[in-house]
């Protein structure tokens, strides 16, 4: 059976259509990745899944062609509805599916915080084939928006499954799950299996074909893993933005752990992990962010003195000791004197503009406005607060 799998080198030997075939290419799609590999043929079919795969895998592939392939033979309104964590991936899953389905006039709808709801019912007016969003704002449209409703939808896909079930979300899944068909395909994807991924996936799933494209906890083959021993005082921080980023205006993204998942920008050539996780599985999503759907990359981790036995975690997690990256110590720390003067200046800048903005408000007229509540109080007439 397995040897079968390894066979299969194109699209069309899954059974995907030429329309599709066309979008692929257009992509620059040329092989399927392992996942959707193992997942497109039991889509086809009809079959629930849950799928656990790497991150990078191209686990958006694995669910969006079959499910167009899907709308291609049944046109609808409000066909599928893809539920994401986090804003930032609904829109990638969303800009995904209208990629592949541009040939074929698909219409998406992006239901995420952060923007205008009138602007989203206005899309959800036109009646999108997949709506794509956050388990709390489409939540806020089925209870909100007149006219919209997925009583007629014939697939739901949970995308990172194992944060979708935290206790932000979970209230707000078990009323959607309520508010949908139970007649329905459900697709369950995530890149690590919790208790509670396995707890929803006895909910809703019926008789799931589950596939499993990695081992539990693991990072591709293709990432090369190092790390840096950096004392905890040599450390300095900056911010970035993310579009910038994309757009490759910039080529150095500073970010939190919020683009640790989901986040496909096919550019990235290196993460820098610059605090080491505690979490040994968030160090997984993070250096899933290059690497990805085949591609190339490199993951160094500046570990300090405190960071150690997190580390050690990782390595055991990941079944892999890593080699130290190779760099020249002192010539790095010639670059110190230089950081700690730039740090004292931006200090004594946001200093000053602090004293400027207290003095914009009054702040530094703060005893004269104290005699004149301590005058008034007295009895005397203050001009300031009379006016």
């Known amino acids: 059976m397995a040897e079968e799998k390894e066979e299969v080198k194109t699209f069309k030997e899954l059974g995907i259509c030429e329309q599709l075939l066309e ?53 609808q309104a409000f066909f599928t509805c893809v539920l994401s964590p986090t804003r930032e991936l609904a829109i990638q899953i969303a800009e995904q599916f209208e990629a592949l389905g541009c040939g074929i006039g698909v219409r998406c709808a992006v239901l995420v915080g952060g923007v205008d709801m009138v602007q989203q019912a206005i899309a959800l007016a036109k009646r999108p084939h997949i709506v794509v969003g956050t388990p709390g704002r489409l939540l806020d449209h089925l209870s909100n928006t007149k006219g919209f409703s997925l009583r007629m939808l ?52 019926r008789n799931p074909v589950k596939i499993e494209a990695a081992s539990k906890y693991s990072t591709v083959d293709t990432l090369k893993q190092q790390y840096r021993f950096v004392p905890a005082k040599y450390k300095s921080k900056r911010l970035g ?30 993460v820098i992990n610059y605090d080491i996780p505690s979490s040994s599985k968030d160090y997984i999503h993070r250096v899933g962010r290059t690497a990805r759907a085949g591609r190339s990359g490199v993951a160094i981790s500046l570990v300090n003195q405190y960071e150690l036995e997190w580390y050690i975690q990782i390595e055991k997690l990941i079944g892999k000791k890593l080699p130290e990256f190779p760099a020249q110590e002192e010539e790095v720390l010639l670059l110190l004197e230089r950081v700690t003067e730039a740090k004292r200046i931006s ?13 914009k408000a009054g702040g530094d007229d703060g005893e004269e406005e104290i005699e004149r509540y301590l005058g008034n109080k007295n009895g005397k007439k203050s001009k300031k607060l009379k006016r």
């Not at 799928?51 to 686990?59: D, F, I, M, P």
């Not at 949970?158 to 799950?177: H, P, Q, V």
């Not at 508010?179 to 996936?201: C, G």
């Not at 200090?347 to 003095?359: L, N």
């Open 347 to 359: 200090q004594m800048k946001i200093k000053e503009g602090g004293s400027k903005r207290r003095r």
């Open 23 to 75: 979008a692929c290419e257009t992509l620059g799609w040329k092989n399927p990745t392992k996942i959707q590999v193992e997942a497109i043929p039991h889509a086809l079919e009809g079959k629930d899944m849950i799928g656990l795969a790497q991150t990078g895998s191209g686990k958006t592939g694995a669910f969006a062609l079959p499910i167009l392939q899907a709308l291609l033979d049944s046109p």
């Open 154 to 205: 014939k697939y739901l896909v949970l995308d990172e499954a194992d944060r979708l079930l935290n206790e932000d979300f979970e209230k707000s899944i078990d009323e959607i799950l309520n508010a949908i068909p139970r007649e329905r395909r459900t697709y369950l994807f995530s890149a690590t299996m919790t208790k509670k991924v396995k707890k929803l996936q006895r909910a809703c799933l």
């Open 241 to 270: 933005a993310l579009n910038k980023f994309k757009a490759r205006e910039c080529n150095i993204l500073i970010c939190t752990d919020v683009a640790s998942r989901g986040l496909d920008i096919p550019a990235v050539d290196m």
